[in-house]
């Protein structure tokens, strides 16, 4: 059978960590998909354990290699590379369940869809931390940024010149705004089968962490706002208000009461001068695949602006 589909992996210092990540592939229930392995110039052995796998199947694996360029340049070069009618992305520590690649081919495949958006864990080799699931909705196309746990026909990314943004945070959430503008044939299923590697000392998990000025929002913010400047429906209104809480949430529980309030202040001027503001009820079905959690935390922070109360839950809440 010719090869329908495309893992796209970005490999950068992965270290023994691409062992868990191939040995998911090599117990795919199918065979009809390649494996491009793009060594960024890493500086450990990723680049030999590799090899070692495309020596050993060079039916399934195809390994490149450039001098760093950052994940963002690794994943446009994957997807010229690509040849297949479809392609997908992995990241260099992550694992997949056995039945993954079919489960989505066939469900990209079954009404000719351009993308189909799943679920995934976040999870260690050993346990299952939590599982973010995906509802056949339309709100469900938002929840996850990431480029992971989802297919592309690769003619839609490639036909309409679909990239990542060269940006801190946010490069992957641009990448699918981007595509989600030249087609309305989106599926979202109720499958689970991507596993979002934990490592508490990682990259990704510290980078964020503490409002660190390098690490500006802003910079995905306004490049989605040109995005969407005359197709702001009531879903991205609440994706970008939602981004904006997350990251004062998430990064701001590391930072300092100052540095929060700095960031809070700049982020809520720019929501109110490009006139963002959510519309939605948090009751309301259009948002009902939203953990209600998340729709409390939303409401109960914007509650606190209105009433000018940030400026007090930044010091009870911030332990920078």
């Known amino acids: 059978m010719d090869k329908l589909v495309t893992l796209i992996i ?6 023994e960590n691409i062992e868990h990540c191939i040995q998911s592939i090599l117990k795919q229930t199918v065979n009809y998909f390649e494996v491009l392995l793009i060594n960024d110039g890493s ?8 090899k070692e796998y495309e020596n050993k199947y060079p039916n399934i694996f195809r390994v490149l290699s450039h001098e760093n360029m950052g994940v963002v340049k690794t994943r446009h070069r994957g997807i010229k590379e690509s040849k297949t009618k479809y392609i997908m992305f992995i990241d260099n520590d992550d694992f997949i369940d056995p039945n993954y690649v079919e489960t989505m081919t066939n469900s990209i ?6 993308i189909v958006v799943s679920g995934y864990r976040r999870a260690t080799l ?7 699931p995906s509802y056949p909705d339309e709100w469900s196309k938002y929840r996850m940024t990431a480029p992971w746990a989802r297919i592309f026909k690769r003619s839609l990314i490639v036909d309409n010149d679909v990239r990542f943004l060269e940006t801190v945070i946010g490069e992957d ?6 595509a989600y503008l030249y087609t309305n044939k989106i599926k979202t299923i109720t499958y689970v089968g991507y596993n979002w590697y934990y490592e508490e000392n990682s990259v990704s998990n510290q980078k964020q962490k503490g409002l660190k000025k390098e690490c500006d929002l802003l910079v995905l913010l306004n490049e989605i706002d040109k995005l969407y400047k005359d197709r702001k429906d009531e879903l991205v209104h609440y994706f970008v208000v939602k981004f904006i809480v997350w990251y004062l949430l998430f990064s701001g529980r590391d930072a300092t009461s100052k540095r929060f309030m700095e960031e809070y202040r700049r982020l809520f001027a720019w929501k109110k001068e490009k006139g963002y503001k959510i519309t939605i009820p948090f009751y309301s079905n259009r948002i009902k695949s939203e953990p209600l959690i998340n729709r409390i935390y939303i409401s109960i922070f914007l509650m606190l602006d209105k009433l000018h109360l940030v400026s007090v839950f930044s010091k009870l809440y911030c332990k920078g």
């Open 10 to 15: 970005p490999v950068y210092n992965a270290g």
């Open 43 to 50: 500086t450990d052995d990723s680049l030999e354990r590799i």
């Open 109 to 114: 495949m079954d009404g000719d869809y351009d």
């Open 126 to 132: 050993d346990k299952v931390m939590f599982t973010v």
């Open 173 to 178: 959430a641009y990448f699918n705004m981007s």
